[in-house]
């Protein structure tokens, strides 16, 4: 937060480490995969004009954190599942309102589709966020 704007500068390597962290389980208390939640929360909100042309890559790795938390059976306590949804689904929101409503569209194919409740409900608040 910082930096501001100026983290456009890093945009690139920034994203390869956000990427690889929401990728990897790191233990029962997800500690990386939260606070890179909020990194990327945070970059989006500082970056936003930059965030159109990585929406690609970023909805797909957030859409596959949401499926992977809720398919994990895993050690990791449920408040934890609970705020690596929130915080994934936190990111869409933040998402669809810089790139003016595109994850809203790309999504709604997605959200019909799938049976899976818990996900649902996350893209479900995705869809209703203004």
Known sequence: SRLGILI????????RVILGYL????GPEEKARLGILE????????????MPCRLPV?????LRLLWDVH???????????????????QCL????????GQVKVLLEGVHSSCE???VRECL???????
Do not use: Y
């Open 71 to 89: 398919t994990e059976r895993g050690p990791t306590p449920e408040p934890v599942r609970a705020a690596l949804l929130h915080g994934a689904t």
């Open 58 to 62: 970023l909805l797909k790795a957030l």
């Open 8 to 15: 456009v500068r890093h945009l690139k390597r920034l994203e």
């Open 39 to 50: 990194t990327l929360q945070c970059t989006i909100e500082h970056a936003w004009p930059r």
């Open 124 to 130: 479900r608040k995705v869809q209703e966020s203004t």
């Open 116 to 118: 899976e409740n818990r």
């Open 93 to 100: 929101i933040l998402l669809d309102r810089c790139c003016q």
């Open 23 to 26: 990728e990897v389980s790191d």
